[in-house]
């Protein structure tokens, strides 16, 4: 099934993004092989190269290495993975808050909203 990708925003960026995601999640654990660019590619339904280009900015940020004989591995740094999970976070908080206050909310009744929601999940 191919991934849900926007129009509005390079394809690559969404690519680095998603497997970002499974990355920080834990559907790629610390040292798993990733499947290859073909692989990938196919699954999301885009073109190698674009596919490629994910990779390449994913290694650049040491999520993601490159070992001849193995392939591209998920990073066994846990801080990065942590540290990119945590920035993660913080972006969806702050988009938010954003939106929250775009339909005229204070900081303090987000506040008072998330935790009526936090105690009705419970």
């Keep these: 099934m191919a991934w849900e990708l926007n129009q509005d925003r ?3 960026l969404q690519l680095v993004e998603r497997i970002q995601l499974q990355i920080v999640s834990g559907y790629y654990k610390p040292g798993d092989k990733l499947p ?3 692989e990938l590619a196919a699954m999301a339904s885009v073109n190698p190269n ?7 900015e994913l290694e650049r940020s040491g999520l993601i290495i490159t070992q001849r ?3 591209r591995l998920v990073t066994e740094d846990l801080k ?3 540290k ?3 920035d993660l976070a913080t972006e969806q908080i702050v988009a938010f808050f954003e939106k929250m206050k775009e339909l005229g909310y204070s900081k303090e009744e987000i ?3 998330m ?3 936090v105690r009705e999940v419970e």
């Design 115 to 117: 935790q009526t929601a």
């Design 69 to 71: 004989t193995s392939g």
């Design 36 to 38: 290859s660019v073909r």
């Design 111 to 113: 506040v008072n909203l």
């Design 80 to 82: 990065m993975i942590k």
């Design 10 to 12: 390079p394809i690559y």
């Design 84 to 86: 990119i999970q945590q």
């Design 50 to 56: 674009t596919m490629q280009k994910a990779f390449t």
